[in-house]
């Protein structure tokens, strides 16, 4: 399990970053995890004064902005990325149990023997 993971590495300026990637060490498969409280991902600062119906679409600008980002990420990437909201996030053990410990415990891929080489061997 890698924290903040970034596909450009240290560099100061990214345009991707996961909170955490897990990589199977079997099948080099990668899961993506982003937790998206409201308060950082959500949050619309100085609607004093708007009708709802300006404050309705600054809330689905920022919405399909952070989509469109999972998009490209998956697109460049081919990371498939889950993400955590407040109602997920509010119990970070049953998170952890549910969601990244059975991704963090692989089992071992069972490889498929070949009967072209058993044909062979016994030749």
């Known amino acids: 399990m ?18 955490f990637m897990i990589i199977n060490p ?4 990668k899961m993506g995890f982003e937790l998206s409280p409201w308060s950082t991902h959500g949050y619309l600062k100085k609607i004093g004064g708007l009708t709802q119906k300006t404050i309705n679409e600054m809330a689905k600008d920022n919405f399909a902005k952070e989509m469109k980002k999972h998009r490209a990420y998956f697109k460049e990437h081919g990371v ?3 993400i955590m909201t407040d109602d997920v996030l509010s119990n970070t053990k049953k998170l952890f149990d549910d969601e990244f410990l059975p991704i963090l415990q692989p089992e071992k891929p069972t490889v498929q023997l070949s009967f072209s080489i058993i044909e062979e061997f016994l030749k």
């Open 80 to 82: 498939f990325c889950l």
């Open 26 to 29: 079997y099948t080099m498969d």
């Open 2 to 19: 890698i924290p903040e993971f970034r596909y450009a590495g240290l560099a100061k300026k990214h345009e991707y970053r996961l909170d």
